[in-house]
């Protein structure tokens, strides 16, 4: 299994702020994902972050809103951008290590006033 | 919308059984996940389906029928740590994208 990390583990941030959330994996892999949770709710896919192209974005997340970058195949970073309470969430990153299984980061809890 | 359902909450009895269910509908279906979900962590792998049939792991089993859009992961001999969310997902393709259901939260009591 792939061993992820995420910096930070947490933050409060001051609405109109930016964050920015790092992801690295211990091991090259193809396919990182960025996902929401927003509080007593499941997971949201924001993104997938592709190496060497932008990210694929899902329905209701844009760009502008969260940059992501992915320079190579162990690390990624997410901004949370303008950001207002709404955006107020646990953050996740995920990888698929072997054939599918899909392993999760320790997530970055935001917090914004 | 969600596409996804399971049931939000159940209790069940510590040394009991519980079976939670999860119905999808989708275009387009590779496997079906499982995962746990402690208070404030990560959600942690718990099995993935592509075939039909049961697949048991430990006290940990989980079943899946294609043609009905139906899994349930099946909890025996029910334990205290077994408190936690349950969060089926499901993918189009090997190693692609997750689509979460909304959890299941899990109290065992003694």
């Known amino acids: 299994s792939a061993v992820i990390s995420q910096k930070p583990s947490r933050d409060i941030c001051q609405r109109g702020t930016s964050l920015t959330i790092q992801c690295q994996v211990d091991?090259?892999?193809?396919?990182m994902f960025w996902y929401r949770q927003q509080p007593g709710q499941s997971l949201t896919l924001i993104a997938t972050a592709n190496q060497g192209s932008e990210a694929t974005y899902e329905s209701g997340f844009v760009i502008d809103k969260f940059p992501i970058s992915r320079p190579n195949l162990t690390f990624s970073t997410l901004t949370v951008s303008n950001m207002s309470p709404e955006d107020s969430s646990i953050y996740l990153c995920?990888?698929?290590?072997?054939?599918?299984?899909?392993?999760f980061g320790p997530g970055t809890r935001l917090t914004v006033t | 919308g969600q596409n996804i359902d399971q049931p939000t909450e159940m209790t069940a009895t510590e040394g009991a059984i519980v079976q939670i269910n999860c119905t999808y509908q989708t275009s387009g279906f590779n496997g079906l996940f499982w995962y746990q979900q402690h208070a404030g962590e990560a959600p942690t792998f718990l099995s993935y389906?592509?075939?039909?049939g049961l697949e048991e792991k430990g006290r940990f089993s989980s079943f899946l029928s294609r043609s009905k859009g139906y899994s349930y992961l099946l909890l025996k001999e029910l334990q205290m740590k077994d408190s936690a969310s349950y969060l089926c997902a499901y993918t189009k393709a090997a190693g692609n994208k997750l689509t979460f259901g909304g959890g299941t939260r899990v109290l065992v009591k003694p």
């Open positions: 389906n592509v075939l039909d």
């Open positions: 995920s990888v698929t290590s072997g054939e599918y299984e899909q392993y």
């Open positions: 091991s090259q892999v193809t396919m």
